[in-house]
């Protein structure tokens, strides 16, 4: 179970709607759904994966701290939500090695965990982000999703947890879950999909992969997600209003019984140590 910690304004969707220059004087709502969701996942006895961007790490460190303490998994999501797309390999290294070191500094724990924003990592990319991840200290990454997709996605690669560089044993990429359907792959794994299909469908999928295929899934959510009172943001195309606001309104309920039919946990105890990937190198 993983939650991306970004709060609504940050979504790369409102990227050419919302300057990054007007993000401090926008009202953040991270704290209150934050709050929910501890409380949500406490009451599952429920423990997850929170990767976490840098920016809110930094002004808002009680939910860090929060999280930390109830013992989920702290891991990095980047300093501000910036596509691996836009980076330079030197922007990138700066980026990851900055967020990582802040939120170990709040935390007062290793982060072992990064997730791209929006799943930018592609095929011209990979080679060089996962590098840079390896030689930062990451022991795992889970930002690629193997779907097709017009704004992410690596159709060909692994559905399952695989070690993406030839002689390295101790990182993985753990991609997003996907099912197949005649030959297709079908995103299966939370976000905007998880609101739209009915929850049946969802649960199916999970089941499938847990029981046929034998692998666990990995499921992610944003914060924002579980908030249908966040402010409206005006001028952003159909498809991006009904991709963001779709089934807002139904989505907790719809956590609560996803908590109750599968047994979840932490990215880091459910898979490096049956990868054998080492803490440290």
Not at 167 to 187: A, H, K, M, N, Y
């Amino acid at each position: 179970m993983t939650i991306d910690v970004e709060d609504y304004f940050q979504v790369s969707a409102f990227e050419p709607h919302i300057a990054r220059a007007d993000w401090d004087r926008i009202p953040c709502r991270i704290e209150r759904n934050m709050d929910r969701i501890l409380a949500l996942l406490e009451r599952h006895a429920t423990r997850a994966t929170f990767f976490t961007l840098g920016w809110i790490a930094e002004r808002h460190p009680r939910v860090v701290r929060e999280l930390v303490a109830a013992g989920h998994e702290l891991a990095c999501h980047g300093l501000s939500h910036v596509r691996v797309t836009q980076q330079t390999p030197a922007s990138f290294r700066e980026d990851v090695r900055r967020s990582k070191a802040l939120l170990e500094d709040i935390g007062g724990v290793e982060v072992r965990g990064y997730r791209a924003a929006s799943y930018s990592l592609d095929r011209d990319n990979q080679r060089w982000a996962h590098e840079t991840l390896y030689d930062c200290g990451y022991r795992y990454s889970s930002s690629v999703y193997p779907v097709r997709h017009d704004l992410y996605g690596i159709p060909e690669a692994p559905r399952f947890a695989y070690r993406p560089l030839a002689g390295v044993e101790d990182f993985v990429e753990i991609p997003i879950t996907t099912s197949t359907l005649l030959g297709r792959r079908l995103p299966s794994g939370g976000g905007g999909f998880f609101r739209l299909y009915p929850y049946a469908l969802s649960r199916q999928a999970i089941r499938r992969i847990n029981r046929r295929e034998g692998a666990a899934a990995i499921f992610y959510f944003h914060p924002w997600e579980i908030d249908p009172d966040q402010p409206r943001v005006g001028g952003i195309p159909p498809r991006t209003r009904v991709r963001h606001y779709l089934n807002l309104s139904r989505t907790e309920a719809r956590l609560e019984r996803l908590l109750q039919d599968f047994h979840w946990g932490r990215m880091d105890q459910v898979f490096l140590a049956s990868q054998g990937v080492s803490a440290r190198r």
